[in-house]
């Protein structure tokens, strides 16, 4: 199994309701980041959270980083429709090594 | 804010042909990555070059070639092409001084359909 895995692998919620995706990784890391991509587009950069922050908030975006697990959450509240896309995890280790997890697809019905 | 570039935006290639895609990193930006991404898969690091050297390697088949150049663009060259070669390419960059995050910028993808 690879660095960064994610669960559930399909959400399926209603706009106004909360997404919460989680992502699990193995070895030690400087960073790690959380990416969205919508179908067959490029991906773009959400946030970062450091290996000593706990938690950190963009917008409707809040993550959440327990190094002690090896666990990061990222909620999405009052999802919308605009919200529909893949959404990835991406761990950086000390060395700078990059390693994608395996996403999670989003479906935001309105 | 200046991007990440890639060209092309799209490319259709026949099997067997080869196909070269670009990347312009964001100024200032010495370390360039190229990943690949199937259908429906997550993506996948193929390799990656730091002040024009190969700084590290992952899945990138032996067809395959890549370089960063002394303006630090880099090129993926891509031979003997293969129908499951069709996939979206992305090139990200970031910047290794002070690198404390080491956050990755990406650019839109060289979709790569091979007939």
């Known amino acids: 199994s690879q660095q960064g895995e994610e669960d559930p692998q399909a959400l399926s919620i209603q706009e106004g309701e909360n997404a919460t995706m989680n992502c699990s990784y193995k070895t030690s890391i400087n960073n790690l980041q959380w990416y969205r991509q919508n179908s067959g587009r490029g991906l773009v950069h959400l946030i970062l959270i450091r290996s000593n922050e706990r938690e950190k908030h963009s917008g409707r975006l809040r993550v959440t980083l327990d190094t002690s697990k090896k666990s990061s959450s990222l909620l999405i509240t009052a999802s919308r429709a605009a919200d529909t896309a893949s959404y990835f995890c991406a761990t950086t280790d000390s060395w700078g090594k990059f390693q994608f997890g395996a996403g999670t697809q989003v479906v935001v019905t309105p | 804010a200046a991007g990440v570039i890639q060209s092309p935006r799209h490319l259709i290639k026949e099997k067997r042909e080869t196909a070269t895609l670009k990347c312009y990193p964001i100024?200032?930006?010495?370390?360039v990555y190229w990943y690949q991404q199937g259908p429906g898969q997550d993506p996948q690091f193929l390799i990656s070059?730091?002040?024009?050297?190969?700084?590290d390697k992952g899945s990138i088949p032996d067809r395959f070639s890549a370089q960063q150049f002394s303006d630090y663009h880099s090129e993926l060259n891509m031979s003997s092409l293969e129908l499951g070669d069709s996939a979206l390419y992305f090139c990200a960059s970031s910047t290794s001084w002070g690198a404390s995050t080491y956050e990755q910028y990406f650019g839109p993808g060289t979709r790569l359909t091979v007939t």
């Open positions: 100024p200032r930006h010495d370390t």
């Open positions: 070059f730091y002040e024009k050297m190969q700084s």
